[in-house]
């Protein structure tokens, strides 16, 4: 299995600042692309980022700007700096990856989340 571990959500004044952070471990061949995505209820789950292996990032348009993703390959971890922080940005924020496991073909995997709310 693959398990991913989030940690940084918290309570923070909009303007504000937070840093994700998300480790992958578990029986791992290799890691292609990890992200953040986030979800408030009665919504679907949205991409705020993304980025490969090589470091090719995608943004969703409302975070650009403010938010910067970055990885460790080597300690197979993503994370997501959050500046500017708006009441908006309120929701809870899951790290992503899609991993070979050995033996098994690529797949998708997700973390637990992490809750990040903006107080005006």
């Known amino acids: 299995q693959v398990q991913l571990v989030e940690s940084g959500g918290d309570l923070v004044q909009a303007g504000g600042s937070l840093r994700l952070s998300c480790a992958a471990s578990?029986?791992?061949?290799?890691?292609?692309?990890m992200g953040w995505y986030r979800q408030v209820p009665g919504k679907r789950r949205e991409l705020v980022a993304i980025i490969t292996t090589a470091g090719s990032t995608n943004y969703a348009d409302y975070v650009k700007g403010r938010f910067t993703i970055s990885r460790d390959n080597a300690k197979s971890s993503v994370y997501l700096q959050m500046n500017s922080l708006k009441p908006e940005d309120t929701a809870v924020y899951y790290c992503?990856?899609?991993?070979?496991?050995?033996?098994?073909?690529?797949?998708?995997?997700w973390g637990q989340g992490t809750q990040v709310t903006v107080s005006s």
């Open positions: 992503y990856c899609n991993a070979k496991r050995r033996y098994v073909a690529a797949d998708d995997y």
């Open positions: 578990g029986s791992i061949s290799s890691i292609n692309a």
